[in-house]
């Protein structure tokens, strides 16, 4: 059973924070980093990607947080509150609003009511490990999804106050906060019988598990590492679910569009299982998919079955190296990479499904890697946590 608390959020002290924010943490690289350090001495990225040697970096960031609290740069919020958060951008030529809300949910091992949809690395779990052990502070929210349009109503329409809006990479931001002890309530129980499945941010949370157990472990037991910083969303509130398309960086073109015709036949535009790109488009159809498992017959699975697997002989360790696979975001993306001639050949694939992520994660299986893709992400520094943040808020 999900338990979410309010909590008391750590907050820009100046409403105008256009130049503080950045990106979440694992989709910056250094030339963008560079760009949001020269933002802003205050720049959150400062914190959530600090500069150092080995683990000095993760004690400058408790350094910067420290001080940012002390010059009152960074203030906690006085009320015990949820925080909603909207997001209107555009995708596909399609102006969409994200719309849902930030609270303090109790950690609780995966396969109960939490559910993951993916499987997760070691290495960025140390990272945040030492990070959010150093700091006792997260600013970057995973990303979980509910199915509840009552709950999603309710939040819409209640009593908010409004805290602040953003300008961020071509999207407006708007954050309000709810501390009504009543709406706080009605939003607590109305969570309890919900099914959470994390969209972004497993990383983050199997590492809060972590912490949490250690802490236990050593007799440390800390209140506030008993919760992770969570943003909730109902499915159908404007979370796209995109696909991740495929490339293929290292092969035979000629033999491998011969083998094309064992497994495909070739369609149009309205009757199709994926598109390949080799310099033009070719609509494809599986001539056999008839599996009836759950995961064989996702899409996804299919391509790295027949295409990975049976046409290149790839094990799921050359997969997993990239050496001949790789991976796009957009279509656009895709086409760049064959005419770049950096991809020989590109697959554009369909997206999974709501009802697919639900089911699957229900019966607790997980996606391939690389099967989903959410849009928008979360800018971090928006709304913080700090393990005091939930001091006085539990059971208001």
């Known amino acids: 059973m999900p338990v979410i608390e309010p909590f008391k959020g750590i907050l820009f002290k100046e409403k105008n924070i256009d130049s503080y924010i950045c990106p979440p943490y694992d989709v910056i690289d250094k030339d963008y980093k560079k760009q949001l350090?020269?933002?802003?001495d205050f720049n959150i990225v400062r914190i959530v990607l600090p500069e150092g040697e080995d683990d000095k970096k993760y004690e400058n960031a408790k350094d910067i947080l420290d001080s940012w609290i002390f010059q009152e740069k960074l203030i906690f919020d006085s009320d015990c509150s949820f925080y909603v958060y909207t997001c209107t951008y555009n995708i596909?030529?399609?102006?969409k609003t994200l719309y849902g809300f930030l609270g303090a949910?109790?950690?609780?091992?995966?396969?109960?009511?939490?559910?993951?949809?993916?499987?997760?690395?070691?290495g960025p779990k140390i990272d945040r490990f030492k990070l959010i052990t150093s700091t006792n502070a997260m600013f970057c929210p995973i990303m979980m999804i509910y199915n509840n349009e009552h709950l999603s109503?309710?939040?819409k329409n209640c009593k908010k106050q409004n805290l602040f809006e953003v300008n961020f990479e071509d999207k407006i931001h708007n954050v309000y906060k709810i501390n009504d002890i009543e709406i706080v309530n009605h939003i607590k129980e109305s969570i309890k019988n919900q099914t959470l499945v994390i969209a972004d941010g497993h990383h983050r949370y199997e590492t809060c598990l972590s912490?949490?157990?250690?802490y236990n472990k050593v007799g440390q037991k800390k209140a506030g590492s008993e919760y992770a910083l969570v943003f909730f969303v109902d499915k159908n509130d404007g979370l796209a679910l995109m696909p991740i398309h495929r490339l293929i960086k290292k092969i035979n073109i000629d033999d491998f569009r011969q083998k094309i015709y064992n497994y495909f036949e070739i369609s149009d535009d309205f009757d199709y299982d994926i598109v390949m790109y080799d310099g033009k488009f070719t609509y494809l159809k599986y001539i056999d998919k008839n599996s009836k498992d759950l995961i064989d017959k996702l899409d996804v699975k299919l391509f790295e079955n027949i295409v990975f697997k049976k046409m290149?002989?790839?094990s799921d360790e050359d997969i997993a190296n990239n050496e001949i696979s790789g991976y796009a975001h957009s279509k656009e993306e895709v086409i760049k990479s064959?005419?770049?001639?950096?991809?020989?050949?590109?697959?554009?694939?369909?997206?999974?499904?709501?009802?697919?992520?639900?089911?699957i994660t229900k019966n607790n299986l997980t996606f391939p890697q690389k099967s989903t893709y959410f849009y928008p992400k979360i800018p971090s520094g928006l709304v913080g946590y700090h393990f005091s943040s939930i001091e006085g808020c539990r059971h208001v």
């Open 37 to 40: 350090l020269s933002k802003s």
């Open 92 to 95: 596909n030529n399609t102006k």
């Open 105 to 122: 949910l109790k950690l609780e091992e995966l396969g109960g009511s939490i559910k993951p949809h993916e499987k997760t690395l070691k």
């Open 153 to 155: 109503n309710f939040v």
């Open 211 to 214: 912490i949490r157990n250690y």
């Open 312 to 314: 290149l002989n790839l």
């Open 338 to 359: 064959v005419d770049r001639k950096e991809a020989v050949v590109g697959f554009l694939l369909k997206p999974v499904t709501y009802e697919s992520l639900f089911e």
